[in-house]
């Protein structure tokens, strides 16, 4: 009696199929990176406002790549240094040629020229020593590279004119020496996948996301301005708040307490 054998075709297909998977994550990396070469571009040519718009572009594609590569199964080691070497190009030489394009080129061209490239130097430090940490946090060790290029880009978006007088020079060198250095520090970030608005009432938490969304779409340049750079300082307020009031910031231990099992699960 004949047995009747099973297709291997249907598993072909899905063995291909997998394998292409893993060019989706990619492609959007790729498309990231694309944002910040156009924004490197955007500023040698003077175009500052549509430097910043392709740089937030990257932002959103950076913050989607990761996580279409874990809907997709397709995670790799290869997708990991790959998005660390883009975020490289989008988030720190993009915004260091950015920003000396705007502010120093012209009254700090030499120190300018140090300042901006310790964006790049510092976010890339900043990456690597997050590629090898192996401890589970709920949150950052230094503030994260995105958020340096949102600090020092919103600021840029806000003002698009180049700075003209020297006083303003110095001031955003010193600041940008501060994002970079910030980038390199051991001092604590929140992270926002495991920041919690309220006590789980969700009508409070869709109000304030309503909220937060007005704001944005009719005073967008003022908001992020506020919220990018008060989270970059965000790391002074809850380190020293720690240690100076610790009962009074005994509320937010939550928030830097090591990862939990099933926090570990649902981002794998």
């Given at each position: 009696m004949d047995t009747e054998r099973p297709n291997p075709r249907p598993r072909l297909v899905r063995g291909k199929l997998q394998g292409k998977m893993f060019l989706i994550p990619s492609l959007v990396t790729v498309l990231s990176n694309f944002c910040g070469f156009l924004a490197i571009?955007?500023?040698?040519?003077?175009?500052?406002?549509?430097?910043?718009?392709?740089?937030?572009?990257?932002?959103?594609?950076?913050?989607?790549?990761?996580?279409?590569?874990?809907?997709l199964n397709a995670t790799s080691e290869f997708g990991r240094e790959f998005d660390s070497l883009s975020d490289v190009v989008a988030f720190g030489v993009a915004p260091a040629v950015l920003v000396y394009m705007?502010?120093?080129?012209?009254?700090?061209?030499?120190?300018?020229?140090?300042?901006s490239f310790s964006l790049v130097a510092c976010g890339a430090t900043r990456l690597a020593r997050f590629n090898i940490d192996t401890a589970h946090?709920?949150?950052?060790?230094?503030?994260?590279?995105?958020?340096?290029?949102?600090?020092?880009?919103?600021?840029?978006?806000?003002?698009?004119?180049?700075?003209?007088?020297?006083?303003?020079?110095y001031m955003m060198l010193g600041y940008t020496a501060l994002i970079a250095g910030l980038m390199v520090s051991t001092l604590p970030f929140f992270s926002v996948k495991h920041l919690r608005l309220t006590d789980g009432?969700?009508?409070?938490?869709?109000?304030?996301?309503?909220?937060?969304?007005?704001?944005?779409?009719?005073?967008?340049?003022?908001?992020?301005?506020?919220?990018?750079?008060?989270?970059?300082?965000?790391?002074?307020?809850?380190?020293?708040?720690?240690?100076?009031?610790?009962?009074?910031?005994?509320?937010?231990?939550s928030m830097f307490a090591p990862a939990s099992e099933e926090q570990e699960a649902a981002e794998a």
């Open positions: 571009i955007s500023a040698v040519t003077g175009h500052f406002e549509y430097a910043v718009k392709a740089i937030a572009v990257a932002f959103i594609l950076a913050g989607l790549d990761g996580r279409v590569a874990r809907r705007w502010a120093f080129q012209n009254i700090a061209d030499e120190f300018g020229l140090v300042i946090r709920q949150h950052f060790v230094g503030l994260p590279i995105p958020a340096a290029a949102g600090a020092v880009c919103s600021i840029i978006y806000m003002l698009p004119e180049p700075l003209s007088t020297a006083g303003a020079v009432n969700p009508r409070m938490n869709i109000a304030i996301l309503a909220a937060a969304v007005a704001l944005v779409w009719y005073q967008h340049k003022i908001v992020l301005l506020l919220v990018l750079n008060l989270y970059a300082m965000s790391g002074f307020f809850f380190y020293f708040g720690s240690r100076l009031a610790p009962n009074l910031f005994a509320r937010f231990n």
